[in-house]
């Protein structure tokens, strides 16, 4: 089971941390992923990072602002979000695979494993 944590209210322009922990499953065996969805729209990518934390990948609307990470020690990856603005807000969810390959990083259904999703929200 993966734990989302981190989300709130921040004004445009501020920063957030997302942060995707696990229990009883090490994370270092994953490719590790963030979506977003937001309020009557579909789940859409916004960032992976690679079993070794060596790779990243980003959704244009967010690169450059958002940096995904991981700590293979602590178990957890991170989604530091930058430069807000209000169309960031939505549910973010993180997502592992065990079994990603390159061509099916963005699409959420070949993702396994699924944390309960934590709330931005952006105001302007």
């Known amino acids: 089971q993966l734990q989302a944590s981190g989300g709130g209210l921040v004004q445009a322009g501020g920063s957030l941390r997302l942060s995707c922990s696990a229990s009883?499953?090490?994370?270092?065996?994953?490719?590790m992923a963030w979506f977003r969805q937001a309020l009557g729209s579909e789940r859409e990518f916004v960032a992976a990072?690679?079993?070794?934390?060596?790779?990243?990948y980003y959704a244009d609307s967010v690169k450059g602002r958002f940096t995904v990470s991981r700590d293979n020690a602590k178990n957890t990856v991170y989604l530091q979000m930058n430069s807000l603005k209000p169309e960031d807000t939505a549910v973010y969810y993180c997502?592992?695979?065990?079994?990603?390959?390159?061509?099916?990083?963005?699409?959420?259904?070949?993702?396994?494993?699924w944390g309960q999703g934590t709330l931005v929200t952006v105001s302007s």
């Open positions: 009883g499953r090490t994370l270092t065996s994953y490719t």
């Open positions: 990072i690679r079993r070794s934390g060596g790779t990243s």
């Open positions: 997502a592992g695979s065990a079994t990603m390959i390159l061509s099916s990083l963005r699409i959420s259904a070949r993702y396994d494993y």
